[in-house]
């Protein structure tokens, strides 16, 4: 049968899945969405609900059947009235990204930023990062001003003078920290667990059943070559950003790979819990149009699925 997989480079799973030929053998119909050719979203409100990056694409002709993403967009996603179902969960990505201001610049805490300017991709993870530290030291998404940047590329901005801090991520705050001193205002991991995640909807999991199974096994297999021979997943990394114009670095993206989880997880408790408590933080702060109760994108079936799966790939 046909399936649609949308994929972009940030979430390194599926990219590296897209280059390999592993899901090919199981389905030989399967068509690559790549996320960066869909029509760009209007410009982001960062005080209005947040973006659903994509995921109105699940329910639309043209769009994909699955998608892996980071922390927040499936809780948006939700909040639009999405019936969409979570498939899996990578380990923690604690190492992967921080909120950073530059040395010297008298930010110290994360107290400090009230009334300044911070760097985030919003509808990322990197919005419930931002939100869950403010929260933390009893501020709110209006004590600061947010600035919507790439994933990577606040750094710039950062040393232009345009941001006071930036939510940063590999191997982007390599090229930041190897040329100048930053201080950590707060890690990830005393905020939250970061995974990667991979989402579909309901209707598409109930239906295609051997399909899903199959994404989940390439998945897993991928997974543990990226973890055997990252420098070789780097390189595809490094060969698609020089075909399209900009410049990468193997060392830097293959530092970035080697300090990732690999592998997919069933959804569990405390991954739900901080889901919870993240979207009950982003609807109190007007980032959500309502209210979601994320366990409602629990499928047990698929939770057995993905279990099975690891015990395939352990033996």
């Known amino acids: 049968m046909s399936i649609r997989v949308g994929y972009f480079p940030h979430n390194n799973s599926l990219f590296v899945l897209r280059h390999r030929g592993i899901l090919e053998r199981a389905l030989p119909d399967v068509e690559w969405v790549d996320l960066r050719a869909l029509p760009e979203a209007e410009p982001v409100d960062v005080t209005a609900a947040l973006p659903s990056l994509h995921s109105d694409w699940l329910f639309d002709d043209g769009g994909y059947d699955v998608i892996g993403t980071g922390f ?23 190492e992967n990204g921080r909120l950073v201001a530059l040395a010297g610049s008298g930010i110290e805490t994360v107290a400090d930023l009230s009334g300044k300017r911070v760097g985030i991709a919003h509808g990322s993870w990197q919005t419930s990062l931002l939100l869950i530290a403010l929260d933390q030291v009893g501020l709110t998404w209006a004590d600061v001003e947010p600035i919507d940047t790439g994933v990577r590329e606040g750094g710039a901005a950062l040393l232009a003078g345009e941001l006071d801090a930036w939510v940063g991520s590999y191997p982007g705050l390599d090229a930041l920290e190897s040329e100048h001193e ?3 205002l707060v890690g990830t991991e005393s905020l939250f667990s970061h995974p990667s995640l991979w989402f579909t909807s309901r209707e598409f999991a109930e239906t295609n059943r051997e399909a899903l199974e199959a994404v989940v096994a ?19 990394f490094v060969d698609d950003t020089l075909a399209r114009g900009g410049k990468a670095d193997l060392d830097q993206w293959e530092n970035a790979l080697r300090g990732r989880p690999w592998g997919v997880a069933p959804v569990g408790e405390s991954f739900l819990d901080e ?37 395939g790939v352990r033996a």
Do not use: F, M
């Not at 998945?219 to 780097?234: F, H």
């Not at 499928?299 to 699925?305: L, N, S, T």
């Open 218 to 236: 390439a998945l897993q297999e991928s997974d543990a070559w990226i973890e055997a021979n990252p420098r070789e997943a780097a390189q595809y």
């Open 275 to 311: 889901q919870q408590h993240t979207a009950d933080l982003l609807a109190a702060n007007g980032l959500l149009a309502r209210t979601v109760d994320v366990r409602s994108a629990v499928v047990p079936w698929i939770g057995e699925v993905v279990e099975a799966s690891r015990s």
């Open 182 to 184: 930053v201080r950590t």
């Open 72 to 94: 927040t967009p499936p809780i948006t996603a939700l909040a639009k009235g999405h019936d969409v179902v979570y498939v899996g969960v990578s380990g923690p990505r604690i």
